[in-house]
Each structure stands twice: as C-alpha cells, then as structure tokens.
C-alpha cells in the first residue's frame, strides 16, 4: 500500500479529506447495512433534529502504525460502548456495538494510505458520529438517523516535546450534576466554547471545570480528564458522574497499578487538595497526558512542583509505558490492541 504524499510531521489537529467514509442510516425502527462512500456531503431537511434540538453524540479514537508495522487502534470497544451510552441518554438508536467496531475497522482500511508511518508522531484520527436526520419542530426525537465514520490524518500532539500547560479555574459550569456530562453529547462542546474562546485570549491554555453543586471539586476541562499524583506516588483521578469516563483515564489507571506497581485511587477531589500534590496531567485520546504546571484560581497561582519545564516524573513513567503498550513496543493487556491490518 503506498502511503500519501503528505508531510506527517507538519500535520496539525485539522480536517483532511480521506477518500472512504461509513454511512449508515437508521429508519422504520432499524439500521440499513452501511456502506464505504466517496462522498463527504451529508444532505438533511432544515428541520432535522440534529439541527433543531442538537440531537447528536460522537466519539474519538485513532489509528496508527506499531512498530512492527501492523495498523491498529486503541480499545474501540469502549468507544462502541460509551457512544451506546450517549445514544440511549439522547433517545438515539444504539448502533450495534460489535458494528461499530466493524465499521472503524472497514473505514481504516479503506484509507490505508493516510495511517502515518511508525514513528512519525502523527496518527490516523478516527470521528464516529451520530445525528438526528428527519424532521422534528415539536421538541422530540427524530425518527430517522445517520451513523457516520470519517478519518483525518492528524499531526504529533507534542512538536517539539510535551511542555507544561498553564490552566485557569472556570468561571462557568460544564455539566449539571445529573445531566449529560458523562456522555459525548455535541451539545456538551457548543457550550464549552466561549468559555475556552476566552481562556485562549487571556492566556490559558485549559479550563478546570469544577462541579456545579458546590464548587468545592475538581471535575474536568472541556476535553480531557485530570490525573493527579501525590508526593507520596499515589495516582488520584477525579470520581465524578458528571465527567466523561475517558478511555485513557481507565488505561492509565490501570498502568499505574499492574505495570509500575503505584497506588491508584479513583475518588473526590477537592481543590483545596490541589496546592499538595506533586504532578497534574490531563489526559485524553489526542495527547495521552498533557503536564499541567500551573493551575491559576483568580490571580491564585498554584506551580505544581513538576514545574514548568517538563513532565514530573510519574507523568512521564505512565506517558512512556502506555504509548509503548500503544506502539506494541510493550505487552499490552488482552484485547487493548485492536488489529486493522
Ligand atoms: C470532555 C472530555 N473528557 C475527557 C476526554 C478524554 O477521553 P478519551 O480518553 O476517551 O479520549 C474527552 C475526549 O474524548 C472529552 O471530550
């Protein structure tokens, strides 16, 4: 398979156009079979649900070459699982699970040429997605809807090494205890967006989204959940029912026990707490961990001792062996790796 001609290591996080995409419509109670399209148009009624009420949920995951040279991606199981999860709380069908995993195998090897070499930094980004297509003016679901799967190459998240970030206590709110925080709702991110619109012009880089109730606890930002590390080399991450259960948060817990032996603690945590541990990362799909090195609460600066120069050093341990269980340059855990080719 020849590659495309593309410059892996100057990609950024944007949309290219690959040649295959899955479609798939869901009418009269039951999905069609799906097909691979060249087509990247999707053509709807002005008053779908999708475009009425926001009725559509999505996913992210990425393919990429091991070292060995076999294409892969990274437990899409649970990306089958969780967008069940966000189609049942948003009165969408649930497409097949074992379908979806399915359907993200056909739509990478439909475009081979675009998974990024071993090595390069960049990966094949992968966007399951769903919408409510048919008519809605009254406030219901719709009764028809499209699962779609595209892929864009995507370049290394870290050019040029993973510095520290800065991030700023959130003056909004993301998700309402007992809403839909929890499940990848499109609606989710159109609200986060002037709110990291205005972190970005003031010089941050993230928002610590505490919870809504009684913003005395660490949530999430917009895009990533929170890994903290104690002096004493306990791994804590946030337990909330309104954040999303990311895919690398689990793995990574996992990895701090079975593989480096660590104490890992899913639990509460207050912000009060924050001034005393020693390593904050946020973690998710596009970065694995990105360092935090200094969290600011209205002109409060808190400077993790990691500092702001690079990864602490469990940061670093939990960085290295999950993206070497990723490439295969580790053993992975019985089904992790999922073979595309
Ligand atoms: C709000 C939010 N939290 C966390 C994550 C990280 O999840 P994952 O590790 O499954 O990519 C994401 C990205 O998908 C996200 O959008």
Known sequence: MEKKNIDWSSLGFGYIKTDKRFVSNYKDGAWDEGTLTDDASVVITECAGVLQYSQSCFEGLKAYTTEDGRIVCFRPDLNASRMKDSCERLEMPV????????????????NEAYVPPYGSGATLYIRPFMFGSSAVIGVKPAEEYQFRIFTTPVGPYFKGGAKPITIRVSDYDRAAPRGTGHIKAGLNYAMSLYNIVDAHNKGFDENMYLDPATRTKVEETGGAN???????????????????????????????????????????????????????????TAAVISPVGKIVDHGREIVMPSGMEEMGPITRKLYDTLTGIQMGRIEAPKGWIHEIC
């Open 226 to 284: 929170f890994l903290f590390v104690t002096k004493d080399n306990t791994v804590v991450t946030p337990k909330s029912g309104s954040i999303l259960p990311s895919i690398t948060r689990r793995s990574l817990m996992y990895v701090a026990k079975e593989y480096l032996g660590l104490k890992a603690e899913e639990r509460e945590v207050f912000f009060d707490e924050v001034a005393d541990f020693a390593e904050c990362g946020l973690c998710g």
């Open 95 to 110: 497409f097949p699970e074992e379908r979806f995993v399915q359907a993200v195998t056909d739509v990478v090897r439909a």
